[in-house]
RNA sequence: GGGCCCGUAGCUCAGCAUGGAUAGAGCAUCGGCCUUCUAAGCCGGGGGUCGGGGGUUCGAGUCCCCCCGGGCCCGCCA
């Protein structure tokens, strides 16, 4: 690696005049060089003295160590700014990358560790809208990063498969007279979702007998009745296959479906549970509104004691959600001595097996000890998520292996809110997304929303491309828009959805990165690919930049792995492309007048694309070579 | 009432975790650049009390406290 090497050599450096810990920082400006110290401000915090002085002693104490890279050392107002013999970095950098190719920036600090992710987790009642895509891209990122990292991931997606909103489209097929097929061609999940389960909520809030109805169905879908929890797999499973075209439209890919019927199926909770009986950590409630209710007990948890204590078997005997997640996470944690069977459902697009779990399934696969579980779950499940991980705490797992990986929710603005036909309160900034309501762009939809608008760019710009290239480039760049979109913003903050913003595939997009990407292909198409390492004596600003830039992605990749800071990547991403687009219009490479420097310069385009096209596979941005 | 999150340019947001040199982008707006490697691009202009106030520090957009504004969560739902 490159810039870490950079930093090695000046860490030995400062190690020399006897500095253990020099505070390095990649320099803030290019006129400062390569990289900065802050050291002399902790000395003169320490031992007192003035910070600019104390620079300039120590700049003038390593002036006289002979470096490979570093080329200067010089002490300005209290910094130490350390400039390199680029001759000899670019060179160094652009080997690195070249050579290592697709693994530049790959880690092994990952190797023989395993990661579990979980993500999505619809519903299996309804198609995907935007707010899951959210959920999807960020996991799948994930994924995509601690691969990267070197761990052995395993990705799980959670089927709740027993709950009301199942109760709910099966009491529109049982009672209400929904057929099982659209009879329109329309894909089940859009069907079921758009149609069945919106129109079914709305009569139960018209009819409240029809609750009655709905809940009597859960519980027979609870404890297997016949016709009921087929019908019920039966839809699930269907829904499923159409919810997963979505993910994997998006490029995300699952390892394990864990249907939570098999989890009560499984029977994980009774061992979880007496393991809680036994450390005192539940009780029964005699009296009171909660009377025959088991409940946690929460009175020494500093904060979640304020709000009472949590229920987990309901006074008719059954599991609330939370007991099934403490369950499902304890056995994410190995703390359950039983373990899921599964079958073999399909294989993903790109030659995946994707498991599901199955009472008489045939394949048996344990994950074993895991170094971190990260759950994607939207930040409003926040407080359940903290139960769960104090209760894992008291069954004496290491709970703090799991980790709620939370974010905001993506709401409608008001302008999409009224186009479905939302009628707004005066002020009204933003709505929610409900699937009970109907107030939901689905993914699918704004993918191809975003593909209409990139088909016609791309037949404007390329007339003479068949119809097939259109289509094959217009769903990578509508889908490399979205992801984009959906996993820049910071966690923290809600995305306002406006989808005339959305369709813009100028500027900071994500059609901005592979466009930059394809700019580089077609140099080095042209190129005949001869290239070389050795530079010019002078580079020019935009090409320091660029490999400056370049050097730094294995900092970045394993810096968010710590982080979990994922629009890190993107933010780099962006960075990196802009750098591009700069050496792009000043540096010319293939009209550059010397053989030599028309060489070197292909090697930067080549570590360019090199670089670029690794990030974007971690963001899962999808790569176009022409567009 | 309790807990958590957000507030940076007209709008959308980076920068905050790990405090450092003149606070950066995109969109919008105004003005330039295509007979040269893809103009989905580049360059330049205007636009900022970093919500407000205190504090810590040689140094605060970044850390701490208080306040204001907005959002979310506190069910025998999931």
Known sequence: ??????????????????????????????????????????????????????????????????????????????????????FKYA???????????????????????????????????????????????????????FSFLGYDVTVLNYIDDSGTQMADIILGFTELGYPLDPGDGSRFDVYCGDVVYVEVSRRIEEDPSLDGKRRKIAKLIEERDEKYYRLNREITEKVLRDQLKTCWRLGARYHILNMESDIISYDLWSEVFEKLVKVGAVYRAESGLKAGCWLLNLSSHPILSREGDEVLVKSDGSTTYVARDIAYGAWKLRGTSRDFKYKVWFRDPWGGEVLVTDL????????????????????????????????????????????????????????????????????????????????????????????????????????????EKIEEVAEKVAVGALRYSLVKPDTDKMIILNTDEMLKLEGDTGPYLQYSYARACRILEKSGLE????????????????????????EVVEEVGRSLIIKTLPNYAYMLASDFSRFYEKVPVLYSEDVELRRFRVAEVLAFKIVLGNVLNLIGVPLVEEM
């Open 91 to 145: 060179e160094e950098i652009l080997k690195t990358v070249i050579s290592l190719g697709l693994d530049y920036g790959r880690s092994s600090v990952g190797s023989g560790r395993k990661i579990i992710i979980e993500h999505t987790s619809v519903n299996p009642n309804k198609a995907l809208h935007v707010g899951h895509a959210r959920n999807v891209c960020l996991g799948d990122t994930l994924y995509r990063l």
């Open 1 to 86: 690696m490159t810039y870490r090497k950079l930093v090695e050599e000046a860490l030995e450096m400062f190690k020399s005049i006897g500095i253990e810990d020099p505070k390095l920082i990649p320099s803030k400006n290019p006129v400062y060089g390569e990289l900065t110290s802050l050291v002399a401000f902790d000395i003169a915090r320490e031992m007192g003295g003035d910070p600019v002085k104390i620079a300039e002693e120590i700049a003038r104490s390593l002036s006289g160590y002979r470096g490979r890279i570093i080329s200067s050392i010089e002490a300005v107002s209290g910094y130490i700014n350390l400039r390199v013999d680029w």
């Open 531 to 554: 290239y070389s390492f050795k530079p010019p004596v002078e580079l020019t600003e935009e090409e320091k930049q660029l490999l400056r830039r370049i050097a730094y992605f294995p």
């Open 360 to 467: 008489n399934g045939d394949v048996e696969k344990h994950i074993g000890e895991v170094e971190k579980v990260i759950n994607v779950i939207d930040i409003r499940q926040k407080r359940p998520q903290e139960i769960v991980k104090y209760a894992l705490d008291l069954l004496g797992l290491k709970s703090e292996r799991y980790i709620h990986f939370g974010y905001e929710v993506v709401a409608l603005s008001i302008m999409d809110a009224i186009k479905i036909g939302y009628e707004p309160e005066p002020g009204q900034e933003f709505v929610h997304m409900s699937g009970r309501r109907g107030l939901y762009v689905k993914a699918d939809t704004l993918i191809d929303m975003l593909k209409e608008r990139v088909k016609s760019e791309v037949r404007g710009k390329h007339p003479e491309w068949i119809e």
